[in-house]
């Protein structure tokens, strides 16, 4: 099915929590490659999924995130038309998996976590057996995801004698064969060594290219940072965020510069006429002015973007560090910060000084800016976490059902 223009429903608009939300403006938008609407899933009588909703869009990477247990393979058991939603509504390309399974099963490729594959046939024959099975013209397609998945040159192999990567790209390959719009990857790197996971990374950023949309769980989170553009995350059956990367990051990251405002790191910089940067004292010496500690209660008598006088009650944001790498004297970088910076976080660890600060990506500039100013030769800074780390280690609160 081609990409259909839904307008009979609302647009929606991805939101920091919970998921999607209708917006009250109405206007023609392209269907969702998968729709997850108020999915509920219940074992026994533990509520494993509690009103799960999210949109992927057509041609994203999705990484949908969660620890052990969080219910991403009972989700998309559903979505694979493996097991009804008890409540709620899951569509795949504009599909009800419910009403029409058999037209959702044209359209996805499913790699379940832990499949097996038959042993003691070659490569080719077991694409060819699950082309037949596809009722897939065999010869021609075989040859070109042989060709897709690199695997053409192994092709006599028995399936035995090949590496666990190996067989998992088979597997792919296996789901490729009748050319599927959406493919559903349930863990596809679990096990594999760095260069194996590596190569699916790749494979999976060709088969976008290629126009597919590309669904994969995971909990190894520098895995789906290279790749996702979109992702979810689910802890204990409910959805805690979900949406572009980008998106969530910057939203999280006016959600850290308000809470640090409250707190004691600065506004975002401005860089009034008037400003006068501090510098900082000779290395050795301490500051002028009486001594310094920080943060909120006692702040720098000489850092006014640093101050607050009176912080409201709240929830004290979270602390973040980074690494700065010095070409050279790393201890002098450590100590401008201390003292001219007021940082109280400054630690030497080999060429890298580790800094742990309160506040949001316009306290990191003035950090870097305000080292370069004192003549510390920076060569590069880094996040003590990725991207995808970050926000999962803000948005969660750990443990499992
Ligand atoms: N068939 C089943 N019968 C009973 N409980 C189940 C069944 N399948 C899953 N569960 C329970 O549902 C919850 C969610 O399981 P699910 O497999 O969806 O989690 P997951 O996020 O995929 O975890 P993992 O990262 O370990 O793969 C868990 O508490 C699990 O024990
Ligand atoms: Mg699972």
């Given at each position: 099915?081609?990409?259909?223009?839904d307008?009979t429903a609302?647009?929606?608009?991805?939101?920091?929590?919970?998921g999607?939300?209708?917006?009250?403006?109405?206007?023609?938008r392209?269907?969702?490659?998968?729709?997850?609407r108020?999915?509920?899933?219940?074992?026994?009588?533990l509520?494993?999924?509690?009103?799960?909703?999210?949109?992927?869009?057509?041609?994203?990477?999705?990484?949908?995130?969660?620890?052990?247990?969080?219910?991403?393979?009972?989700t998309?058991?559903v979505?694979?038309?493996?097991?009804?939603?008890?409540?709620?509504?899951v569509?795949?390309d504009?599909?009800?998996?419910?009403i029409?399974?058999n037209?959702?099963?044209?359209?996805?490729?499913?790699m379940?976590?832990?499949?097996?594959?038959?042993?003691?046939i070659?490569?080719r024959?077991?694409?060819?057996?699950f082309a037949?099975?596809?009722?897939?013209?065999?010869?021609?397609?075989v040859?070109a995801?042989?060709?897709?998945t690199?695997?053409?040159?192994?092709?006599?192999?028995?399936?035995?004698?090949?590496?666990?990567?190996?067989?998992?790209?088979?597997?792919?390959?296996?789901?490729?064969?009748?050319?599927?719009?959406?493919?559903i990857?349930?863990?596809?790197?679990?096990?594999?060594?760095?260069?194996?996971r590596?190569?699916?990374?790749?494979?999976?950023?060709?088969?976008?290219s290629?126009?597919k949309?590309?669904?994969l769980?995971?909990?190894?989170?520098?895995?789906?940072?290279?790749?996702?553009?979109?992702?979810?995350?689910?802890?204990?059956?409910?959805?805690?965020?979900?949406?572009?990367?980008?998106?969530?990051?910057?939203?999280?990251?006016?959600?850290?510069?308000?809470?640090?405002?409250?707190?004691?790191?600065?506004?975002?910089?401005?860089?009034?006429?008037?400003?006068?940067?501090?510098?900082?004292?000779?290395?050795?010496?301490r500051?002028?002015?009486?001594?310094?500690?920080?943060?909120?209660?006692?702040?720098?008598?000489?850092?006014?973007?640093?101050?607050?006088?009176?912080?409201?009650?709240?929830?004290?944001?979270?602390r973040?560090?980074?690494?700065?790498?010095?070409?050279s004297?790393?201890?002098?970088?450590?100590?401008?910060?201390?003292?001219?910076?007021?940082?109280?976080?400054?630690?030497?660890?080999g060429?890298?000084?580790?800094?742990?600060?309160?506040?949001?990506?316009?306290?990191?500039?003035?950090?870097?800016?305000?080292l370069?100013?004192?003549?510390?030769?920076?060569?590069?800074?880094?996040?003590?976490?990725?991207?995808?780390?970050?926000?999962?280690?803000?948005?969660?609160?750990?443990?499992v059902?």
């Amino acid at each position: 099915m081609t990409d259909v223009v839904d307008t009979t429903a609302a647009p929606e608009r991805t939101r920091i929590e919970g998921g999607t939300a209708p917006s009250p403006r109405a206007a023609p938008r392209v269907t969702p490659a998968i729709r997850v609407r108020h999915l509920w899933h219940r074992f026994g009588n533990l509520d494993v999924l509690r009103d799960v909703t999210f949109d992927v869009a057509q041609g994203e990477i999705f990484g949908f995130i969660g620890p052990n247990g969080a219910g991403k393979t009972t989700t998309i058991r559903v979505m694979a038309t493996l097991l009804e939603p008890m409540a709620g509504r899951v569509e795949v390309d504009g599909i009800d998996v419910t009403i029409d399974p058999n037209e959702v099963r044209r359209l996805i490729g499913y790699m379940p976590d832990h499949a097996g594959v038959y042993e003691r046939i070659t490569v080719r024959e077991y694409l060819e057996f699950f082309a037949d099975a596809f009722r897939v013209p065999s010869l021609s397609v075989v040859d070109a995801v042989l060709e897709l998945t690199d695997l053409g040159k192994i092709q006599d192999r028995v399936v035995a004698t090949m590496s666990k990567g190996m067989k998992q790209r088979l597997q792919l390959g296996r789901i490729l064969l009748h050319d599927p719009k959406v493919l559903i990857l349930d863990e596809p790197a679990s096990d594999l060594d760095p260069r194996a996971r590596i190569e699916i990374r790749d494979l999976l950023l060709e088969l976008r290219s290629l126009g597919k949309t590309i669904f994969l769980s995971s909990h190894i989170l520098t895995e789906l940072s290279d790749v996702c553009t979109s992702i979810a995350i689910l802890e204990k059956g409910r959805l805690v965020v979900a949406g572009p990367i980008g998106e969530i990051s910057s939203r999280l990251e006016a959600i850290r510069s308000a809470q640090a405002v409250g707190h004691t790191a600065p506004a975002p910089v401005s860089y009034s006429p008037g400003y006068r940067p501090m510098q900082a004292p000779p290395y050795g010496q301490r500051p002028a002015g009486p001594p310094m500690t920080y943060p909120a209660t006692h702040p720098h008598p000489q850092a006014p973007h640093y101050a607050h006088p009176h912080p409201p009650p709240m929830a004290a944001p979270p602390r973040r560090r980074l690494k700065i790498r010095l070409l050279s004297d790393p201890e002098r970088a450590a100590h401008i910060l201390k003292t001219g910076l007021g940082v109280p976080e400054a630690d030497v660890i080999g060429t890298f000084v580790q800094v742990g600060f309160v506040g949001g990506d316009a306290q990191i500039a003035e950090i870097v800016r305000y080292l370069v100013m004192n003549g510390a030769p920076v060569i590069g800074v880094e996040p003590e976490r990725n991207e995808l780390e970050r926000i999962f280690l803000e948005v969660t609160r750990g443990g499992v059902q």
